[in-house]
T-cell receptor, first 113, second 117 residues
Framework: AQSVAQPEDQVNVAEGNPLTVKCTYSVSGNPYLFWYVQYPNRGLQFLLKYITGDNLVKGSYGFEAEFNKSQTSFHLKKPSALVSDSALYFCAVGRNQGGKLIFGQGTELSVKP | GAVVSQHPSRVICKSGTSVKIECRSLDFQATTMFWYRQFPKKSLMLMATSNEGSKATYEQGVEKDKFLINHASLTLSTLTVTSAHPEDSSFYIC?????????????FGQGTRLTVV
């Protein structure tokens, strides 16, 4: 069975500081890993994905994530946070790129000026 | 880029009535669409996989007679919440994949906020 865990319900960061949103996964076989962002009462916006290849994945809006197979992690990072990055972030795992996804419980990111 | 549109974005209905939510892929064809449910500040839970021209596949614990799914064309899937009750109030989100493009992720609709009063 697949599962995803986001250990932090909330992450608070000052604007301009680096941010990390954590995600660990459990899956048999090769994982397809995704990060999405959700603004209030909106759908999900795709940020980035890991399928294969380089462990460091670069995505939209300056976000990146590092796939770590030994630690079964896929943490989301950004070197310098913006207030507009404040939102709900979801990590997800799937068996392929376009199929159904299992989501983590979400992490609310708050960036203060 | 690929766009998935849901309608309505917000609906209020009376307890005991049924409400239909549409999910459309606007610029691609989707043989498969997915329906998720999200509780306030919570994760998305997959409800069912909608397959064009065949029956939907429901996840364990989801009542198929209550949440009717129809995927009659390659661009439209509908979710009908039958005999709605206040506990059905939630945010419902669909996603769809372009079946001609195997290397792309699924795209999400903007969601539908259902409130049952």
């Amino acid at each position: 069975a697949q599962s995803v865990a986001q250990p932090e319900d909330q992450v608070n960061v000052a604007e301009g500081n680096p941010l990390t949103v954590k995600c660990t996964y459990s899956v048999s076989g090769n994982p397809y890993l995704f990060w999405y962002v959700q603004y209030p009462n909106r759908g999900l916006q795709f940020l980035l994905k890991y399928i294969t290849g380089d462990n460091l994945v670069k995505g939209s809006y300056g976000f990146e994530a590092e796939f770590n197979k030994s630690q079964t992690s896929f943490h989301l990072k950004k070197p310098s946070a913006l207030v507009s990055d404040s939102a709900l972030y979801f990590c997800a795992v799937g068996r392929n790129q376009g199929g159904k996804l299992i989501f983590g419980q979400g992490t609310e990111l708050s960036v203060k000026p | 880029g690929a766009v998935v549109s849901q309608h309505p974005s917000r609906v209020i209905c009376k307890s005991g009535t049924s409400v239909k939510i549409e999910c459309r892929s606007l610029d691609f064809q989707a043989t498969t669409m997915f329906w998720y449910r999200q509780f306030p500040k919570k994760s998305l839970m997959l409800m069912a996989t909608s397959n064009e021209g065949s029956k939907a596949t429901y996840e364990q614990g989801v009542e198929k007679d209550k949440f009717l799914i129809n995927h009659a064309s390659l661009t439209l899937s509908t979710l009908t919440v039958t005999s709605a009750h206040p506990e059905d109030s939630s945010f419902y989100i669909c996603s769809a994949r372009d079946f001609e493009s195997v290397n792309t992720e699924a795209f999400f609709g903007q969601g539908t906020r259902l409130t049952v009063v």
